[in-house]
C-alpha cells in the first residue's frame, strides 16, 4: 500500500563535524563543509491528518530507518533532474507535552537533508530560509491500514474514514512500513504540522482550543457536543432497527452482512430501508388476536399453539 503524506520542513542545522561524517557516508568524495546546506524536515508524525489517517509509533521508527538516504524532490516527480537534497540522519522526537488521539505521547519523524551550495541550488536554498519552501510530503509504503473502531483492516471493514461511531472518530492506522520512496516540496500538506521546521508552531489545532477563553463558544460547543452526541446515538439506534428488521424480513441475509451494509448508509437510506424491512416482516408475521369480540370469530385453535403452555 503506498502512502504519500505531506509535512512541513526547514530549521537550518549547524554542520559539525559530526554532521559532516554523516554526510560523508552517502558522498562518493568527501565533501567540505563550505560546499553543503543542511536543514531539517519534520517528515511525519503520530497525529491523524487529513486524510483521517495515522502512523504508528512502531511504524515511525520503521520509517526512520528506512528514509535514511533518501532524496528529496518536487510534487512526487520522480525524475533524476528534479533531484535537490538526500536525508543523511534521521530521528523519532517526543512531544510528551502534547498527546495523540490515541493518549500516547506526540513524536514526529525529524529527518536532517543536506544540498551542493551550487549555483543551481542558490535560489532553493533563499526559499528556504525565507520559509516561501517550507512544506514537504513524505512517499511511502505500508502494508496495512487498521480501523480505529473495530481493529480490522480498512478495506475489510463496514466503518468509514472520518465519521464518528457512538463518540469515537474513525480513522486508520496505518503499520508495518515495508518501503520510504522520498520527500517532497509540495503545496499543501496532508500532515498540517509536517515540513521545513522553524521552531515549534503555537498554534491551535482543535475547536476546544480556539474556544479557549471564549466563554460564550465554550458554551455553545458544549451545546452543539451534546446534539452531536444525540444524533450518533439515535443514528446508531436506526442501523440497530434496520439489521433487526433486515434479520426478521427473512430475506436470508447474515447478520454481519446488514450490519455493514446498515454502517455505510446514512439517515434517509436508513429510514428507507427500515420502511421495506418493517413492511416485510410485517407480511410474514402478522400480529393475530386470540380472543373474539361481538361477531368476530377468535382465531383458530391451531394457529393459537405458540401460547400454549
Not at 517550507?134 to 480501523?147: D, F, L, Y
Not at 503555537?202 to 482550543?209: G, T
Request: charged share 35%; net charge negative.
Amino acid at each position: 500500500m503506498k502512502i504519500t503524506k505531506e509535512a512541513q520542513g526547514g530549521q537550518t542545522v549547524a554542520v559539525t563535524a559530526e554532521e559532516m561524517n554523516e554526510i560523508n557516508r552517502l558522498s562518493r568524495r568527501e565533501l567540505k563543509r563550505e560546499e553543503v546546506y543542511t536543514f531539517s524536515v519534520r517528515l511525519c508524525d503520530n497525529e491523524v491528518d487529513r486524510d483521517h489517517e495515522r502512523f504508528s509509533r512502531e511504524t515511525l521508527e520503521q520509517l526512520a530507518q528506512l528514509f535514511q538516504g533518501k532524496s528529496g524532490i518536487f510534487d512526487h516527480n520522480w525524475s533524476a533532474k528534479g533531484q535537490a537534497a538526500r536525508i543523511y540522519r534521521t530521528q523519532v522526537v517526543e512531544e510528551p507535552e502534547s498527546l495523540a488521539v490515541t493518549g500516547e505521547p506526540c513524536a514526529y519523524l525529524k529527518g536532517y537533508a543536506y544540498m551542493m551550495r551550487t549555483q543551481e541550488n542558490a535560489g532553493l536554498i533563499a526559499e528556504i530560509e525565507a520559509g516561501i519552501k517550507k512544506e514537504v510530503s513524505v512517499g511511502c509504503s505500508v502494508k496495512r491500514a487498521v480501523c480505529s473502531i473495530c481493529g480490522e483492516d480498512m478495506a475489510d471493514c463496514p466503518h468509514r474514514k472520518g465519521e464518528e461511531y457512538e463518540g469515537k472518530l474513525c480513522f486508520a492506522e496505518l503499520r508495518e512500513a515495508t518501503d520510504a520512496y522520498e520527500f517532497s516540496f509540495v503545496a499543501v500538506p496532508a500532515q498540517p504540522r509536517a515540513g521545513i521546521m522553524k521552531g515549534k508552531e503555537n498554534r491551535a489545532r482543535s475547536l476546544k482550543e480556539l474556544c479557549e477563553g471564549e466563554e460564550q463558544c465554550v458554551r455553545e460547543l458544549k451545546q452543539l457536543e451534546r446534539e452531536a452526541e444525540l444524533g450518533r446515538h439515535y443514528l446508531s439506534a436506526l442501523r440497530r432497527d434496520v439489521v433487526r428488521l433486515g434479520a426478521l424480513s427473512g430475506d436470508g441475509m447474515k447478520t454481519l452482512t446488514l450490519e455493514k451494509i446498515a454502517g455505510k448508509l446514512e439517515e434517509e437510506e436508513l429510514l428507507e430501508l427500515k420502511d421495506s424491512f418493517e413492511r416485510r416482516a410485517a407480511g410474514k408475521y402478522p400480529v393475530m388476536t386470540q380472543l373474539g369480540y361481538g361477531n368476530v370469530a377468535p382465531a383458530e385453535v391451531g394457529r393459537d399453539k405458540e401460547f400454549m403452555i
